[in-house]
């Protein structure tokens, strides 16, 4: 969809990405169909080096500062150097969307 081209085009210009992906996520937590709300990235790049990972989240963050006061509810970031990626190709899994807010689910 038009955001996760944005999203994808953003990093590309931003971050300089030797690989990239970009999963909508959104239909996996409710949401109307065609909602583009809650991604995941997968950010290789070069730029990350020497950096903290909460450190390579924000240069995410501030590559879709735009999107995130949007249309954008929720973003999981994995962003590794080309290095740790040759190393470690796997993306860890993310848990279940629990359908509303994690206060919401222990009153029921």
């Not at 450190?55 to 973003?75: D, K, M, T």
């Amino acid at each position: 969809g038009p955001l996760a081209r944005t999203i994808r085009a953003k990093l590309e210009a931003a971050l300089q990405p030797t690989h990239l992906q970009v999963l909508d996520e959104s239909p996996r937590h409710g949401g109307p169909p065609g909602a583009e709300t809650h991604f995941a990235v997968v950010v290789v790049s070069g730029r990350f080096a020497g950096l903290a990972p909460l450190q390579r989240h924000r240069l995410v963050h501030a590559a879709l500062s735009a999107e995130l006061a949007g249309p954008l509810h929720a973003l999981a970031i994995v962003a590794r150097t080309p290095q740790q990626w040759q190393s470690d190709p796997q993306v860890p899994p993310r848990p279940p969307c629990l359908g509303g807010s994690k206060h919401e689910q222990r009153r029921k």
